[in-house]
């Protein structure tokens, strides 16, 4: 895996718990999100309840599935319900979005302190190749944030709630039997008499006695569907399980059982194709629905602009399938906005993506494909920067070195004409100066030989460079698919052992080194399964 603390804290307690003398069950079992995490799981759990209930249970026994006919119930199959829904007739009630955060429940907290905000440009990066196909497209999507107190800095991440599509969410409320403008609130079955307004310093004494809010209630069925529960990804088999006792159809259930007891999730389909085809039969009421459908999830997108430059807007660069039956809710959602017209629900959540304090300290950015987000933001920063610098020149740097100030880049896609984005304002860096070097990969254009930025690196001239800059205090930006960081790390774990042997001669002594850097926050990773 790229982490370099990857699975720390479950690695920390295995240590302790066996040198406290504990009786090791099973090894340690590490999920990795660079694979399938929730089949990880669902291995583990399947072993470790084996385990368990073999050495344990008085009376070890194997426990399946079992087929409940639940047609002659009205309602469907009974859970332990946490809270339930309340209808609300009153108009005037608006949803509570402010919500004390100590009252949130944690996992759908980005459900509130969020705003609306208007999309004002939604532009197209990418060309057709000669035959007029799009092979990739990849949008740059800008957001007014001007009428809002939302401040952002470079390299930030947008977090952006996606909304099903109006026409899925319209036939599951149809078959659920649901009314759309149905209003409705939540309440908990474990609150008693607690007093809200306190702080939180002073309420935290409450938490586990209090109902935590999962949604802006009032809320109206539509906007249930629409924004909040999940009816598009691939479900968990957790979450299936549980559905069993709802179909009312037994040959249904049957074919739920023998879905389940296959290892593949390729036979999956989310939520709502279940119920439009293989489960017509299920029904759930509405407090069902809000606790057993998983909660929408935010996507993050890395900022593409600078508040220095664009203190009115925010900028994103989204990837998008260019088969339509192939996106996901989120590609789905952002493919659906028009400029000027879509309002979409955002938030701002810093990350390490800074630049150093100092123009004079060299920076390399490493973005091949979207990854190229983040570096448009430090390269619009870094240049007002030098004309703030140049305006208003403080003393010279004693500090004279080759590399002092350099700024290198780089990108890569598969073909020039076609894929590199934003081509013209890389250019307008390296008119302007603040752009060093440039080193560009496209991988597609000689069918003989293709060319990454890891085979650009690996150079010797570039890779000598970086190691330069990074002896001179140089920060390193990496933004892109989890595979190419991994490869840019153990590319620069070489380096340092043939370029640098008398300090560094093993793998050992390169990943400390490295580790040091991401320590300091002078190698800053942002990367994503692709």
Not at 120 to 134: F, G, V, W
Not at 235 to 262: G, M, N, Y
Not at 509 to 529: G, H, K, T
């Amino acid at each position: 895996t790229l982490y370099t603390r990857y699975n720390a804290a479950g690695k920390k307690i295995d240590q302790l718990m066996q040198t406290v003398g504990a009786t090791r069950l099973l090894n340690l079992t590490l999920g990795d999100d660079n694979n399938d995490l929730d089949q990880d799981f669902e291995n583990w759990m399947y072993k470790i309840m084996q385990l368990a209930t073999d050495k344990y249970h008085p009376n070890p026994k194997s426990i399946g599935h079992e087929i409940v006919n639940t047609s002659g119930k009205d309602g469907g199959a009974e859970i332990g319900l946490e809270f339930e829904t309340v209808p609300v007739t009153d108009d005037s009630l608006e949803a509570d979005f402010n919500v004390p955060t100590h009252l949130l429940n944690p996992s759908t907290s980005h459900f509130f302190n969020n705003t609306y905000c208007l999309v004002t440009k939604k532009q197209e990066l990418c060309k057709p190749m000669p035959d007029a196909r799009m092979i990739t497209s990849t949008v740059h999507i800008e957001i007014d944030i001007s009428p809002f107190d939302i401040t952002y800095m470079a390299g930030d991440s947008l977090v952006l709630i996606p909304e099903n599509d109006p026409g899925i969410v319209s036939r599951v409320i149809e078959i659920m039997g649901f009314k759309p403008t149905d209003r409705f609130s939540i309440k908990g079955t474990v609150v008693d008499d607690v007093d809200y307004s306190l702080s939180d310093s002073s309420s935290m004494k409450y938490d586990r006695e209090v109902f935590k809010e999962i949604i802006p209630t009032p809320c109206s069925v539509q906007d249930l569907l629409t924004k909040y529960l999940d009816i598009n990804t691939t479900p968990r088999k957790s979450f299936l399980k549980t559905l069993i006792p709802f179909v009312s159809d037994l040959a249904q259930q049957e074919w739920l059982v023998q879905l389940l007891s296959k290892d593949s999730r390729d036979e999956y389909n989310g939520f709502y194709s279940l119920l439009f085809n293989e489960l017509s039969s299920l029904k759930l009421t509405l407090s069902e629905m809000v606790h057993l459908l998983p909660y929408s999830q935010p996507r993050l997108y890395t900022i593409a602009s600078s508040p220095l430059v664009h203190p009115r807007s925010v900028h994103v660069t989204v990837g998008l399938p260019t088969d339509l039956k192939k996106c996901g809710v989120g590609a789905r959602y952002i493919n659906s906005f028009v400029a000027g017209t879509s309002k979409v629900n955002i938030m701002v959540k810093p990350s390490q993506f800074r630049l150093p304090p100092s123009i004079d300290t060299p920076i390399t950015m490493i973005g091949p494909g979207t990854g190229i987000a983040p570096m448009i933001g430090l390269l619009q920063e870094r240049s007002h920067a030098k004309k703030t610098s140049a305006a208003n020149p403080d003393s010279p740097s004693t500090d004279e070195f080759e590399c002092r100030g350099h700024t290198t880049l780089y990108v890569g896609c598969k073909y020039s004409a076609h894929d590199f984005i934003y081509s013209a304002e890389i250019e307008g860096s390296r008119s302007d100066g603040t752009l060093t070097h440039l080193h560009t990969a496209f991988s597609r254009d000689d069918p003989n030989s293709k060319v990454y930025v890891q085979t650009l690196l690996s150079q010797e001239t570039n890779a000598r460079a970086l190691i330069d800059q990074l002896e001179h205090g140089g920060f390193l930006y990496v933004c892109g698919a989890t595979a190419m960081g991994m490869s840019i790390m153990d590319e620069i774990v070489s380096m340092l052992m043939k370029y640098r042997p008398s300090e560094y001669p093993d793998k050992d002594s390169a990943y400390i080194y490295v580790r040091e850097l991401q320590d300091d926050f002078r190698y800053i990773q942002e990367v994503y399964n692709a």
